[in-house]
């Protein structure tokens, strides 16, 4: 039967950094599309703050309900007798698997909408609403 293992940040880094670059870039999309509808540029803004969010909370659920770890977590499966037996010699193989979710779309997403946003702040700065009385 295999054994889940949170990974410790300090041993393996690198599940950890695309982890928190994943969780980080999908909240600022979601983040900066709230942001696009509060202002009024549309509604279909809401659409891809879902689309953003229904990952996360699928991975959270997901892994809850399997009693899986939330953080990056590795497989470690029983030893086995090695496939190849010498004379003389005793030997097992012990297997682990790493797993975390990583794509290159969400972090290259999120700079366009911050950079989409602070063109939009910079541009409401500088034409300010005109007021109607």
């Known amino acids: 039967?295999?054994?889940?293992?949170?990974?410790?940040?300090?041993?393996?880094?690198?599940?950890?950094?695309a982890f928190v670059l994943r969780w980080i870039s999908s909240l600022v999309c979601i983040w900066v599309s709230v942001y696009f509808f509060r202002r009024q540029k549309g509604t279909w803004w809401l659409l891809i703050a879902l689309a953003f969010a229904l990952p996360l909370f699928g991975q959270l659920i997901?892994?809850?309900?399997?009693?899986?770890?939330?953080?990056?977590?590795?497989?470690?499966?029983?030893?086995l007798p090695s496939i190849y037996h010498r004379p003389f010699t005793t030997g097992?193989?012990?297997?682990?698997?790493?797993?975390?979710?990583?794509?290159?779309?969400?972090?290259?997403?999120?700079?366009?909408?911050?950079?989409?946003?602070?063109?939009?702040?910079?541009?409401?700065?500088?034409?300010p609403p005109i007021e109607r009385t």
Request: net charge negative; proline share 11%.
């Open 92 to 127: 097992s193989t012990r297997f682990t698997e790493v797993h975390v979710y990583w794509d290159f779309v969400g972090p290259f997403i999120a700079i366009a909408l911050g950079w989409a946003y602070l063109d939009d702040k910079k541009t409401a700065n500088e034409n």
């Open 62 to 79: 997901i892994n809850l309900a399997m009693g899986l770890p939330i953080l990056p977590f590795e497989t470690v499966y029983p030893e």
């Open 1 to 17: 039967m295999p054994h889940y293992h949170t990974l410790s940040p300090l041993t393996e880094p690198w599940p950890y950094v």
